[in-house]
């Protein structure tokens, strides 16, 4: 979706402000929320592109209003609700209104360095050969789906040259939705930075995306 | 949009009012999501323990003083970071596809996630807040050399600036250029003067005489 998550380019955000000696978390309730994302995500049955669409879906002054670690919680909070796991009354009210969904059983203390350890790898075996080689000048395609994608706005339509081919991998535009991982060849577009930003652009640069089959057309 | 300043701190004072409703909004939800059955508290403390004491920028930090101080790691490396990386033990959660670009004099690299907080957890740990804010994601693409300027650092006007977007399942660590005046230094001491933000290119290694 066309959404204010996508911010590559935006203007009018200031400065960068790095902050020495950063924690890891800033209140206690940022560990909580952080921890609680990461161990309902085997158990509510949802995989990180269904993560990443339920903390971007939402009205640009909202996004923008929140702070990441209270994404983090609506999209948790989006994410049990859709699924039945917890109703809305529940979270407003504080406290458990309803029984159970039966049968979701928590990761153990015992799987939890293991399953950070393995993550979730996610190259899959080719369905078809490649279609583009490194060094194939590329376009990337003008598409607007109003569900998730990982196209960028600012490279739509932009012509590109193929870097890298990482073989095939989850295409998140169909895994978001629950049809399947329907893996795709993924590869590192690079693009002038003039290409993208015009003739003002700063000449010395080059910006590349990660990119899967489907966004690209031939040049 | 107003002034960042008058944003940052009208979204300070706001936080205020609002933060124990969030803290409490979470506790609460902990509370549900055990009772249901969902969740084991000592789950959570264990992942909190992991990202908070094991998994943080001083695995990155070894990768690359390696790679210094080994030219055949440092081979295997850029070939294959993973594989490479998993050598040392550090592995997994949002670093199962690494590719590792090196700086050279001619090329510097910086790596963004534009859409979201992509970062490679096994080597840095968990992204910070400007990693993750509106104004790096913004602007990393389109303005890189602004953006080093807000992290004190200039390049010169001839190197070429590369911006990696982290917009797929691939996890990008810098490896910065080994300080001149390094020649003998050991793997222990060069590890001394690798910082986080020399492996995502917002920043330099120290220089010998910067070193702890």
């Given at each position: ?67 990441y ?151 | ?116 907080s ?9 992204p910070?807040v400007?990693y993750k804010s509106?104004?790096?994601r ?75």
């Amino acid at each position: 979706m066309d959404g204010a998550h996508d911010m590559g380019g935006v203007k009018g955000f200031g400065p960068v402000e790095p902050e020495a000696n950063e924690p890891v978390f800033h209140e206690e309730w940022e560990r909580r929320a952080f921890a609680l994302t990461v161990a309902m995500s085997r158990p509510g049955g949802w995989n990180i592109d269904m993560s990443r669409f339920a903390r971007e879906n939402r009205p640009p002054a909202d996004y923008l209003s929140k702070t990441y670690f209270e994404l983090w919680l609506a999209g948790l909070e989006t994410l049990m609700i859709e699924r039945g796991l917890v109703t809305r009354e529940e979270i407003e009210a504080g406290k458990m209104l309803a029984p159970a969904k039966p049968g979701v059983k928590p990761i153990a203390p015992s799987e939890v360095t293991p399953a950070i350890r393995r993550g979730g790898p996610t190259e899959r075996t080719p369905p078809a050969p490649a279609l583009f080689n490194v060094g194939d000048i590329v376009r990337m395609k003008d598409i607007h789906p109003v569900t998730h994608t990982r196209l960028p706005q600012y490279v739509r339509g932009r012509l590109g040259t193929i870097e890298l081919n990482h073989g095939c991998h989850v295409f998140p535009d169909v895994n978001s939705l629950g049809k399947g991982e329907d893996p795709h060849w993924l590869y590192t577009v690079r693009f002038d930075g003039r290409e993208l930003w015009g003739k003002e652009g700063d000449p010395t640069l080059s910006v590349s995306v990660d990119a899967w089959e489907p966004y690209l057309e031939r040049a | 949009m107003s002034g960042h300043d008058h944003d940052h701190h009208h979204h300070h004072d706001h936080d205020h009012s609002e933060l124990s409703e969030t803290e409490l909004r979470v506790r609460a939800l902990e509370s549900i999501l055990t009772e249901k059955g969902y969740v084991d508290p000592t789950s959570l403390d264990l992942l909190i323990e992991l990202y908070e004491k094991k998994i943080g920028p001083r695995n990155g930090i070894r990768v690359v003083a390696k790679a210094w101080a080994d030219p055949a790691y440092r081979a295997r490396l850029l070939k294959n970071a993973t594989s490479a990386i998993s050598e040392l033990d550090y592995s997994g959660r949002q670093g199962e596809h690494m590719v590792v670009v090196e700086n050279t004099p001619e090329q510097h690299n910086m790596v963004v996630c534009t859409l979201c907080s992509c970062y490679p957890h096994p080597v840095l740990g968990l992204p910070p807040v400007w990693y993750k804010s509106a104004p790096y994601r913004s602007r990393a693409v389109a303005d890189p050399r602004g953006v080093l300027k807000d992290f004190g650092v200039s390049l010169p006007e001839t190197t070429k600036i590369r911006v990696w977007d982290s917009t797929a399942e691939i996890r990008y660590l810098v490896l910065p250029m080994r300080p001149e005046g390094t020649e003998d230094w050991s793997e222990q001491q060069l590890a001394e003067l690798v910082t986080r933000d020399s492996m995502i290119g917002t920043g330099l290694p120290k220089r010998p005489g910067e070193a702890a």
